[in-house]
Every structure is written in structure tokens, then in C-alpha cells.
């Protein structure tokens, strides 16, 4: 896969299909061959500002057609697209930023403050706005014909369990397998269209452009989700496909009532952990197939996918790996699990990443002869059907979003208040999980639930921020000073 090249994805498919329609937005329908003269001309502006292959440009975008063509310009010239989340905070943002080394910055015009505020701290980065970009008078640019796919795409950042976070490196390899691999599992068909109400910041909707291109599939995409525009736009759009995390499904499925999806929507595409059982019995009375699934920023999106048959009598399983993919089950001294036997989940596959954006020792560590050590528990059944038991150990995926304790615990640690912290996540209805943390004050001191909730919301993205404060003498560690969050969360339970 190394030295394999193709012609530049968007550019082979609006020549194969130029006037299929690529992306609905709103009231705006861009066919295959307009959004690639979109895409050129913004790759031609690009251009102007010094933006040359193999750079590394940030994109701090909405949901909107316009991050749809800025993503594909960058493409075109073979630059890095190093996505950001939107809804970081500016020192999060800046710490990925210098991390990534990124030359050039594009960003909403409506954020403005954060602009400032990054500014601020790293003088030397370029940055211009959307409405900026646009305005621009073009050069011809110098179009990538052809891609390797072992080049980077994009680099995604993610959380580790401990310190800072790291950038995913997405070869165009990658997006391609990850493309595949799809197709193969879910069907494919000519009159496909997925809707995207996801973040394009996040692998999950980033992956739906790709597939877009690839098969040369319309898309429609939402700047947010909204369960009654969701149900209309399948009506009325055709949509067939769509990617949703278990509070959106919950949404849709209570907003429908007594109505029906129509009969050729065929696949709710569910991640972010299993779905609870009435809601499958829902979907199921309301002929809604929804195919449960499990991946990360470093698998290209999902890698292991459950088939709507098995919903129900394999309840709580992500299913199996997809067909380019494997998956096994090691114990800690390597050996590989029996069936049923608990232990970390190990994948492989040409989706995913070849590792971690200057962090050579990391990537070493979680990639193993080609095999990427997840840091997630779980086991295979005896027909290998895989379940997920503990997400990367202490993972908090609260509405579909990935949480770490260790880096809330590591802003809690910061304030002058604060002994000891521990953070943990507890079930929740309509989040699926939240944030909570457990404080030990530093003797003599005093500190209100409310300043450490106002230094987190000035520290963390708000979804971070933990839902509740409990003060407490002592947080429960092992002989070797480990935090054992199981038992805060344990501690919880009875409260």
C-alpha cells in the first residue's frame, strides 16, 4: 500500500460524474463539477497566501458548505488539513496549533475572540477568515494530480488517557479503506444519500465527505442536529443513510411519534457506544435498521460494525470487524483471549493510522507490528462478535463526545485550591454519561463548587466540564498511587 497512487479524489470523481449532485446545504445543491471549480478556486486563493503541499493549514470550521469546499481546496494542493474542533477552548486550541506546527489558520468569521485570543499567544501564525479567503483574487493553483496514499490527509487530535493530546495522522489510505470497508458492510447503491448532522470536525462526519467523493454520493449536511429538519430532509432529499449517536437517535425516534421513515431509508448508522434496549425495540416497531458501531480517530471511523439482524440477540455488541479489517482480544502478558475472556481490543487494517503526528515513542507503543493497541477492554463472543466493556479504561463518552478524566483532573490539579482530583463519568439519560469529580481541598482552604466550575469553563470545552463536585477527605488510589475511579464511581452509586 506504501507506493500505491491514485488520481486526486475530487478531481476523478467530477470527471466520472460531474453533474451528480455532491452536497446539499440549506437551500444550495452543489453538483460533483461545482464543487470541484469551488474547491479550485479556493485552492488558488490559498495559493496567494504562500499555501504550498505538505504544509500544515488548521481549519476551525462550522457545519457549512463552505468548510465542504475548503477541506477539498486543501486537498487539491496536497496540504495537511490539521481539523479542530470548534468547541475547544482558545488555550486547547493553541496547545494543537503549536503542536502541529501549523503555518496558516482558517476560521469563521464569528470567531473572532478566539482568533484574538490565539493570536495573542502564538504572534507568528497566520490566520484569516473564511469571508477573508473568499475575497481574495486567485492564482492558477498547482493541483496534486495525483496522490500517494500514504500521504497525510488530515490530523485529528485526540485525548490520550494521559497528557497532552495527540494529532491522528489520516493518510488518504486511510480515508480510502475506511471508504471501503463501508461499502462492503453497509450495501452501496446508486440512489445512497447520508446525511451529515455530525461534527465535520470529527471523524465521524470528516468520513462522510470522503465516502461522498468516493462513491460520488450526494451528502446532505446540517449545521447542527435537529430531529424534525433531520425527518423532513429524509423525505425530502432521499436520504438513505445517516450518522447519529445514541442521543440523536432517542431525539428522532421521540420526535417521529405515530410517523414512519420512508421505505428506502435504509441504515442509522449508531457510534458512541451500545444502545439501550427499548430504544432498539423502538427502532425495531418502527422499521427504523440501525447498525451499532465501534472506531476512533485513529481506525478512520467505525472498524467493528454490528448488522440491524443481530440488534437484538447480540445486545451491547459492536459486532464485527469490517472486511479489510481484524480485531483480537490480548491479556496483559500478550497471550491472545479465549472467547469471552476479557482484555485489551487490538485492530488492524489499512484504515488505520500509521500514528501519531511527532510523537515517534507514543506511536511505537500503540502501533505493534501493525496492530493498534486501543487501551479499550473487551471480548469476543464465540461467533466473534465483539463488546466493548470499558472504553480506553476510564472514557467518558457523554452525547456522543469523548471525555478524558485525566486531563479535567490535570485543570482541577491547577487550581491553587485543589489537593487531590478525580474525575469519573455517571449514567445519564439523555447524555448517556457525564462528568463528575471528587475534590480533596488543600488543608486550610476553602474553595465553592462554583469557582472550580468557572476556572474548568475558562480551561475545557463546557461539555468537559463536570456536572457535579463532590468534597471529599481521601480518593480511592492502589498501592502503586493509582487513581481507582471505578470505585469513585462506585462511591456515587450510593450517594
Not at 502541529?100 to 497566520?126: C, M, R, V, W
Request: charged share 20%.
Amino acid at each position: 500500500m506504501l507506493n500505491e497512487t491514485m488520481p486526486n479524489f475530487l478531481k476523478k470523481r467530477a470527471f466520472l460524474t460531474p453533474e451528480r449532485t455532491a452536497v446539499y446545504f440549506r437551500e444550495q445543491t452543489l453538483t460533483f463539477k461545482q464543487l470541484y471549480d469551488y474547491s479550485l478556486k479556493a485552492a488558488g486563493q490559498f495559493q496567494v497566501l504562500g499555501v504550498k503541499k505538505d504544509q500544515f493549514v488548521g481549519v476551525l470550521l462550522k457545519n457549512h458548505i463552505d468548510t465542504v469546499v475548503i477541506l477539498f481546496a486543501l486537498q487539491l494542493l496536497g496540504v495537511k488539513a490539521v481539523i479542530l474542533n470548534n468547541r475547544l477552548t482558545p488555550a486547547e486550541l493553541v496547545w494543537q496549533l503549536k503542536d502541529s506546527t501549523t503555518d496558516l489558520l482558517i476560521l469563521e468569521d464569528s470567531f473572532s475572540e478566539i482568533e484574538q485570543a490565539i493570536k495573542q499567544q502564538i504572534s507568528a501564525l497566520k490566520t484569516i477568515t473564511k469571508d477573508s479567503l473568499f475575497n481574495l483574487e486567485p492564482e492558477f493553483p498547482e493541483i496534486a494530480e495525483e496522490i500517494s496514499l500514504s500521504d497525510i490527509c488530515t490530523i485529528m487530535y485526540t485525548s490520550g488517557t494521559t497528557g497532552n493530546p495527540k494529532g491522528v495522522m489520516q493518510t488518504f489510505g486511510n480515508h480510502w479503506w475506511s471508504s471501503v470497508g463501508s461499502a462492503l458492510n453497509l450495501g452501496f447503491s446508486d440512489g445512497d444519500c447520508w446525511l451529515c448532522s455530525v461534527p465535520l470536525f470529527h471523524i465521524s462526519g470528516f468520513s462522510i465527505l470522503m465516502r461522498s467523493v468516493i462513491y460520488g454520493m450526494p451528502i446532505v449536511v446540517h449545521e447542527h442536529f435537529d430531529a424534525e429538519r433531520t425527518i423532513e430532509d429524509i423525505a425530502e432529499k432521499n436520504v438513505t443513510i445517516m450518522s447519529v449517536v445514541g442521543t440523536m437517535l432517542t431525539g428522532i425516534v421521540e420526535t417521529l411519534e405515530d410517523r414512519r421513515l420512508p421505505d428506502y431509508f435504509r441504515c442509522m448508522l449508531l457510534g458512541g457506544g451500545p444502545a439501550p434496549l427499548p430504544l432498539l425495540q423502538t427502532c425495531v416497531e418502527k422499521s427504523i435498521p440501525v447498525f451499532q458501531t465501534y472506531g476512533m480517530t485513529e481506525t478512520s471511523s467505525q472498524i467493528v460494525t454490528l448488522s440491524p439482524e443481530y440488534s437484538l440477540n447480540k445486545l451491547g455488541s459492536a459486532g464485527k470487524p469490517l472486511f479489510p479489517s481484524e480485531i483480537r482480544i490480548e491479556q496483559d502478558n500478550r497471550s491472545i483471549a479465549d472467547a469471552g475472556q476479557a482484555g485489551e481490543i487490538v485492530v488492524k487494517g489499512p484504515n488505520v493510522t500509521a500514528g501519531y503526528l511527532f510523537r515517534p515513542e507514543a506511536t511505537s507503543e500503540k502501533i505493534q507490528n501493525g496492530w493498534l493497541y486501543t487501551g479499550d477492554i473487551g471480548y469476543l463472543d464465540g461467533e466473534g462478535f465483539l463488546y466493548v466493556l470499558d472504553r480506553r479504561s476510564d472514557l467518558i463518552i457523554s452525547g456522543g463526545e469523548n471525555i478524558y478524566p485525566a486531563e479535567v483532573e490535570s485543570v482541577l490539579l491547577a487550581h491553587p485550591m485543589v489537593a487531590d482530583a478525580g474525575v469519573t463519568g455517571l449514567d445519564d439519560v439523555k447524555w448517556g454519561q457525564v462528568p463528575i469529580a471528587f475534590i480533596v481541598k488543600r488543608e486550610g482552604t476553602t474553595v465553592s463548587v462554583e469557582e472550580l466550575k468557572q476556572f474548568c469553563l475558562e480551561r475545557l470545552a463546557k461539555y468537559k466540564v463536570p456536572k457535579e463536585f463532590y468534597f471529599t477527605e481521601k480518593l480511592p488510589r492502589n498501592a502503586a498511587k493509582k487513581l481507582l475511579r471505578r470505585k469513585l464511581r462506585d462511591g456515587v452509586i450510593g450517594l
